[in-house]
């Protein structure tokens, strides 16, 4: 699991919470590990498209956007920051405000922007992104649903946790109906409510909500999967912790 696009101030321990929801959608999660190797190749293909088909291609922008994504291991996020908002000028411009594209590289942009230390713009950049799927996909499209649980991830590290709680709880009940509730990104959300409540101090209803989510994930992925491994490690955190 990648370091957490929106780092939550610990007010008890427990590790963090999983924002953002993401695979490939409008955030960021996953830091795969990257060889230098790897990141060189992805230089290199990002520099030979731009000379051969110039620098606001769909493709160059696409290589661009990789080659950011690829930059986040290394530690590189000033200079994803750089690539990120050339991708975002550049699809606003060509593409649209709204283009899901343009979106997809503003919730990157995002991810990065609270990595290093601006939650605020994070939040800003979040409530567009919701905003603009709602009215392209609709309010209970999977995506709409993951961008609203991003930016209840940058509230959250705004230290506003009731506001967090409230959007998280909504998101769940609407994800429940709209996808499932042992989907995979209902599970996240109730995986990134409880971390809120535990901050909250209601460490029993974070406790059960961690429980579930961890339960499910044992039905639905198997217990050597790794996401069902990291819930059983925050659960027992918060056993040791004391939660009664």
């Known amino acids: 699991m990648r370091a957490p696009a929106y780092a939550l101030t610990s007010m008890s321990p427990v590790p963090g919470a999983i924002w953002p929801v993401r695979d490939h959608h409008y955030g960021r999660c996953i830091v795969p590990r990257m060889t230098d190797r790897t990141l060189g190749r992805?230089?290199?293909a990002f520099a030979e498209l731009r000379e051969r088909l110039g620098?606001?291609?769909?493709?160059?922008?696409?290589a661009m956007l990789d080659l950011a994504e690829a930059l986040w291991p290394a530690g590189r996020l000033t200079e994803a920051r750089q690539f990120e908002e050339a991708v975002v000028a550049a699809r606003r411009r060509t593409l649209g405000p709204d283009h899901p594209d343009t979106?997809?590289?503003?919730?990157?942009?995002?991810?990065?922007?609270?990595?290093?230390?601006?939650?605020?713009?994070?939040?800003a950049w979040q409530e567009e992104i919701a905003d603009g799927l709602r009215r392209v996909l609709g309010p209970d499209h999977r995506d709409t649903l993951r961008a609203v649980n991003n930016?209840?991830?940058?509230?959250?590290?705004l230290g506003d946790l009731e506001e967090a709680r409230g959007l998280l709880e909504q998101t769940i009940a609407t994800m429940g109906q709209a996808l499932g509730e042992d989907d995979?990104?209902?599970l996240t959300a109730i995986g990134n409510l409880a971390a809120v409540l535990w901050q909250m101090e209601e460490h029993d209803e974070a406790y059960w909500l961690q429980y579930?989510?961890?339960e499910a994930l044992r039905r639905t992925c198997g217990d050597a999967d790794n996401r069902t491994r990291a819930a059983l490690a925050i659960l027992d955190t918060m056993q040791r912790h004391g939660r009664l």
């Open 212 to 214: 579930h989510m961890a």
């Open 103 to 123: 979106l997809k590289a503003l919730g990157k942009l995002a991810s990065t922007t609270g990595a290093l230390g601006n939650p605020a713009q994070a939040r």
């Open 55 to 62: 620098d606001e291609h769909p493709d160059t922008l696409a």
């Open 42 to 44: 992805k230089e290199a």
């Open 151 to 157: 930016l209840a991830g940058s509230i959250a590290a």
């Open 184 to 186: 995979s990104d209902t």
